[in-house]
């Protein structure tokens, strides 16, 4: 039976099912497609953060940086089961890359950019405090500041956004992989595998919010499609005992500068994320000894308690995969923003999302849903994305 839906979503992560839950709640027909399980990709391997980007102030990024943190502020008020303020601490070294002045500018701006509300306040900690840091390292230390960001678990959170599209009448299909589409004049009919069993169904509209895959996706489209230069960036974060009961600390890599969030998650301490390009097949992904080595050295540099190897053993460790616009250069400096990349200019039939965080998952579904509007049926809308309460299972 080839039956026929508003919107057809390929992809169960963080971006797919918000997409979904935005066309449920705007009143059209929703079909999502998951190949393995909800959240099995990217969306499970994040850093477990819903923040503003403090360091994405150093590339300029303000309107992602202001987005997020309406965001932020959004999730805390409508998910406070799923999304928990945090406190967050700054070390600044005598040999710091990013001086204090740098950084107390760059707080001020964050800080404006949220609102100046309670969660947009910081500061600097005591001297006198210092020994309480989770034993951060003492020597040479300058200054401790600290604001507030946002802690998930990302898995839990796309569970949630997933059954809040069901209640709205959204499917779920799954295990069910899409092998391929074909645009005809004012739709597309979609091929998936579902149990075993080849199907067909047709939509308006399909969205390619398959994450890593969403390239391959893409490609399999005829007739052929626009596919922008992408590339594929390896995050391995690492999970050890002993949490940091003060909050998330955030460091800056001796080696190379680069940010690393050291936090609580789950009763174990957390650190990550490395950024090394990736060739290959994304089902694939695995963490690399060297960003093993390269996280525990970030690890021992500020707390010497995990120099001696007995307290340094890991108890898990995992590496998603970003997508980034392609370009020369090191990946920390690439812009995060989301690409939205229909097949046509009006009335698109295809909406390929590339990229994205965690934190935007919401924003980023509402202005694809906006780009497809042309495309979809009038429908009554059933509720608004904005004031949807979220809870885990």
């Known amino acids: 039976m080839n039956r026929s839906y508003d919107v057809i979503v390929a992809g169960g ?13 705007a ?12 959240a099995a990709g990217s969306s499970s ?33 409508l998910a406070p089961e799923l999304v928990q303020l945090q406190k967050f601490y700054i070390p600044i070294y005598e040999h710091s ?26 500061g ?9 840091l989770d034993g951060l390292e003492l020597e040479g230390l300058r200054h401790v500041y600290w604001y507030h960001d946002a802690q998930t678990d990302d898995a839990l959170l796309t569970a949630a956004v997933m059954r809040s599209a069901q209640a709205l009448g959204a499917g779920l299909a799954l295990p069910a992989r899409c092998t391929g589409a ?23 509209v399909l969205v390619n919010a398959a994450g890593p895959w969403a390239d391959a996706l893409a490609r399999s489209i005829t007739p052929a499609v626009h596919v922008p230069p992408l590339e594929l960036v390896q995050g391995t974060h690492l999970l050890l005992d002993g949490p940091p009961q003060r909050g998330v600390y955030y460091v800056e890599s001796p080696r190379d500068g680069r940010a690393i969030f050291v936090m609580p998650f789950h009763g174990q301490l957390m650190i990550g994320t490395t950024e090394v390009r ?52 090191h990946a920390f400096h690439r812009s995060r923003e989301t690409l939205l990349v229909p097949d046509r ?37 059933r509720a608004r994305t904005d004031t949807l309460a979220l809870h885990p299972a």
């Not at 992560?13 to 997409?19: A, K, M």
């Not at 994205?356 to 849903?369: D, E, H, M, P, S």
Request: with cysteine; glycine share 10%.
């Open 45 to 77: 391997r994040s850093s477990k953060l819903i923040h503003g980007g403090l360091r994405y102030l150093e590339s300029g990024q303000l309107r992602l940086v202001r987005e997020s943190l309406h965001e932020r502020a959004l999730m805390l008020k």
């Open 345 to 381: 200019a009006s009335r698109p039939r295809l909406l390929s999302i590339y990229g994205g965080k965690l934190t935007t998952w919401r924003a980023v579904a509402a202005r694809a849903l906006a780009r497809l509007a042309a495309s979809l049926p009038a429908r009554s809308p």
């Open 182 to 204: 074909t645009l005809t004049h004012d739709g597309v009919q979609v091929r998936y595998l579902h149990d075993g069993v080849e199907r067909e169904c047709s939509a308006r």
């Open 124 to 132: 600097t900690v005591p001297r006198a405090q210092w020994p309480t």
């Open 97 to 122: 890359r990013r001086k204090a002045w740098q950084l107390r500018v760059g707080l001020g701006l964050y800080a404006l950019l949220a609102g100046l509300d309670a969660t947009a306040h910081f």
């Open 278 to 329: 990736f060739h290959g097949d994304p089902a694939t992904v695995a963490p690399a000894p060297h960003e093993l080595h390269y996280l525990l050295g970030v690890l021992r540099h500020y707390f010497p308690r995990f120099r001696d190897p007995a307290a340094s053993q890991l108890r898990g460790e995992f590496a998603g995969l970003r997508v980034l616009p392609a370009g020369g250069g």
């Open 13 to 25: 992560g963080i971006h797919g099912v918000g997409v979904a839950q935005a066309a449920a709640a």
């Open 27 to 38: 009143g059209h027909s929703v079909l999502v497609l998951e190949q393995h399980s909800l």
